[in-house]
């Protein structure tokens, strides 16, 4: 694993769903959250719930941190997450930008 350290945001988005709690999973996103997961597009928080019910814990998914570095922009990281559960399975990046303490966007690709 690289030396960054995990922001709370994405921290909570791991422990949140790994232990399968929708509430602390939306609350760790923006009001106005974006999150694109390969082309779909949610927005807001009753977006996110929506996908969290359809792709995430919604289909008991686990999250293991590989690795985490910054990204490219101000406030932005890349982080490598082994996915497993009823679901997608597989390893693959996932581009959070935090605002406020908060994921304000997170791009899975």
Avoid at 33 to 42: C, S, T
């Amino acid at each position: 694993m690289s030396s960054t350290s995990i922001p709370a945001p994405i921290q909570t988005f791991i422990d949140a769903t790994n232990r399968a709690d929708s509430e602390a999973f939306v609350a760790a996103f923006t009001d106005d959250a974006y999150l694109n997961d390969w082309g779909r597009e949610f927005h807001g928080r009753d977006g996110v719930r929506s996908w969290d019910r359809t792709d995430n814990i919604g289909v008991q998914s686990h999250f293991e941190l590989v690795g985490i570095e910054a990204g490219t922009e101000p406030d932005s990281y890349v982080a490598t997450l082994k996915v497993s559960g009823n679901g997608f399975n597989g390893t693959g990046p996932m581009t959070f930008r935090l605002r406020d303490g908060l994921i304000a966007s997170l791009r899975i690709s």
